[in-house]
């Protein structure tokens, strides 16, 4: 089984930058496609980035363009979240996902396809 795991949340005040970081256990890394998602309590799962490590193609929800950047490491196979210019409202426990890059068929950020979760790391933005 996958194991994915993430590091790096933290608190930060407002206009500030975090980088999160989402390890896998998955060898055949290079075929798989990592998203982000966050979830405060009592709200649903958002997705927040995409990226298809094959192709290091992208794609970011509208709440979050221009200020996060997804990446990854094929050889350390890690996956980035640079967050930067962050609000109040980016407050969420973020957690990281993976599918078979050649299964997502364009559902980038829909929770409900990818096979393995990280825990999460906490986020908090103060104001």
């Known amino acids: 089984e996958v194991q994915l795991v993430e590091s790096g949340g933290d608190l930060v005040q407002a206009g500030g930058s975090l980088r999160l970081s989402c390890a896998t256990s998955?060898?055949?890394?290079?075929?798989?496609?990592i998203a982000w998602f966050r979830q405060a309590p009592g709200k649903e799962r958002e997705g927040v980035a995409w990226?298809?490590?094959?192709?290091?193609?992208?794609y970011y929800a509208d709440s979050v363009k221009g200020r996060f950047t997804i990446s990854s490491d094929n050889i350390k196979r890690t996956t980035y979240l640079q967050m930067g210019n962050l609000k109040p409202g980016d407050t969420d426990v973020y957690s990281c996902a993976s599918l078979y890059q050649s299964w997502v068929e364009g559902r980038y950020l829909k929770p409900d396809i990818y096979d393995y979760w990280g825990r999460g790391t906490r986020v908090t933005v103060s104001s």
């Open positions: 990226i298809g490590n094959s192709d290091k193609s992208t």
């Open positions: 998955e060898f055949r890394f290079c075929d798989y496609a």
